[in-house]
């Protein structure tokens, strides 16, 4: 039997949710390890003089615990 934890993260780009999500995990991944799912909780957008200056996307990151 393995155990799973789940955080919640969230990450940013100037160049689409894609990205954002990429770069979370990759930040996530640095100190994370297991990682099994992402489920991406939330997606909006940062809106400076009527344009998108940033998209942020947050994510549930689960992994398993290591040990378990």
Known sequence: MSIA??????????????????EALKRAA???RGITDLNVISQRVK???NEIKEYVTELDI???VEGS
């Not at 934890?5 to 990429?22: K, M, N, Y």
Request: glycine share 8%; charged share 20%.
């Open 5 to 22: 934890r789940v955080t919640r993260v969230i990450g940013t780009s100037p160049v689409g949710f894609q990205d954002a999500l990429e």
């Open 30 to 32: 640095r100190t994370l």
């Open 47 to 49: 809106v400076e003089n």
């Open 62 to 64: 689960t992994f398993v």
